[in-house]
């Protein structure tokens, strides 16, 4: 089982992680994006009417767009989530390949599935929960590079406080055991990560914006992130588990063929 081995299974489990996601999101995310929409052009609709340009602002979701709101909620939905998930399974999958038998007696299985799940957690759930996703007409275009900042800078500090959270447990495993060399490496990313939330500004631009439409567009935007890493962790942890299976096989095979 090599690193290439674990790449290709990662890229198609990825993939179909992607294509998933799309149909999720295509099926309840959406409909939210939609009703964001509206709500943006009811209010640059008022705007022109009282003649206030700078309140309209220059928002295109239709037609007379670049890319049309037709397309970009179809093909460009699609290629959208499949290249981020074929992205995210090649990621994963070397991170698991690295992780094969460095996390104690973890099976290849049970190891991919762990590196999978510390990836959502990591890099999706946590930063969604301090940087929620928004929906159209939310936020000023003003302060969008600022707030993709914060964002992605949390991230890094999530992601880098997992994997020193996984050392730190693969460090104590032999002194402490497993149950008490996971709940400190736990703790310890507890500890990062909700001290950087504490220290690191808070995005407040809602304004106006409906609190249930709001609410809608965010549960839809992280059960379609989850469903992606869902997807993914099941694939490759299964395809991972079986390459190993018949790796042990054919290992057994050789072994009995030897001692003949």
Same mark, same amino acid.
């Not at 489990?13 to 052009?41: D, K, M, V």
């Not at 700078?54 to 970009?72: K, Y």
């Not at 497993?178 to 990062?192: D, E, K, M, P």
């Given at each position: 089982?090599?690193?290439?081995?674990?790449?290709?299974?990662?890229?198609?489990?990825?993939?179909?992680?992607?294509?998933?996601?799309?149909?999720?999101?295509?099926?309840?995310?959406?409909?939210?994006?939609?009703?964001?929409?509206?709500?943006?052009?009811?209010?640059?609709?008022?705007?022109?009417?009282?003649?206030?340009?700078?309140?309209?602002?220059?928002?295109?979701?239709?037609?007379?767009?670049?890319?049309?709101?037709?397309?970009?909620?179809?093909?460009?939905?699609?290629?959208?989530?499949?290249?981020?998930?074929?992205?995210?399974?090649?990621?994963?999958?070397?991170?698991?390949?690295?992780?094969?038998?460095?996390?104690?007696?973890? !099976?290849?299985?049970?190891?991919?599935? =762990?590196?999978?799940?510390? +990836?959502? #957690?990591? &890099?999706? %759930? *946590?930063?969604?929960?301090?940087?929620?996703?928004?929906?159209?007409?939310?936020?000023?275009?003003?302060?969008?590079?600022?707030?993709?900042?914060?964002?992605?800078?949390?991230?890094?500090?999530?992601?880098?406080?997992?994997?020193?959270?996984?050392?730190?447990?693969?460090?104590?495993?032999?002194?402490?055991?497993?149950?008490?060399?996971?709940?400190?490496?736990?703790?310890?990313?507890?500890?990062?990560?909700?001290?950087?939330?504490?220290?690191?500004?808070?995005?407040?631009?809602?304004?106006?914006?409906?609190?249930?439409?709001?609410?809608?567009?965010?549960?839809? !935007?992280?059960?379609?992130?989850?469903? =992606?890493?869902?997807?993914? +962790?099941? #694939?490759? &942890?299964? %395809? *991972?588990?079986?390459?190993?299976?018949?790796?042990?096989?054919?290992?057994?095979?050789?072994?009995?063929?030897?001692?003949?």
């Amino acid at each position: 089982m090599t690193p290439r081995t674990f790449l290709l299974r990662g890229l198609v489990a990825g993939a179909l992680a992607g294509f998933a996601a799309f149909l999720i999101a295509s099926a309840i995310a959406e409909p939210e994006i939609n009703a964001a929409i509206a709500i943006e052009e009811a209010v640059s609709v008022a705007a022109e009417h009282s003649h206030d340009a700078t309140a309209a602002g220059d928002h295109s979701h239709g037609e007379a767009a670049d890319v049309s709101r037709a397309t970009q909620s179809t093909w460009g939905l699609a290629t959208g989530t499949i290249l981020l998930g074929t992205v995210l399974g090649g990621a994963s999958a070397l991170a698991a390949a690295f992780a094969l038998g460095r996390l104690g007696s973890l !099976s290849p299985r049970s190891s991919t599935a =762990l590196v999978t799940a510390t +990836g959502f #957690v990591a &890099t999706a %759930l *946590v930063p969604f929960l301090k940087y929620p996703s928004t929906p159209p007409a939310v936020g000023s275009g003003d302060t969008i590079g600022e707030r993709t900042a914060l964002y992605f800078g949390f991230w890094t500090i999530s992601l880098t406080a997992a994997i020193a959270a996984v050392m730190l447990a693969r460090r104590l495993l032999a002194r402490l055991g497993a149950f008490a060399s996971v709940v400190v490496g736990c703790g310890g990313y507890l500890v990062v990560v909700v001290t950087a939330a504490l220290i690191l500004p808070t995005v407040n631009e809602v304004g106006n914006f409906p609190a249930d439409t709001l609410w809608y567009f965010r549960r839809e !935007s992280i059960l379609t992130i989850a469903t =992606l890493w869902a997807v993914l +962790g099941v #694939v490759l &942890t299964g %395809l *991972v588990g079986r390459d190993a299976d018949r790796a042990a096989e054919a290992q057994r095979r050789r072994e009995l063929a030897a001692s003949l």
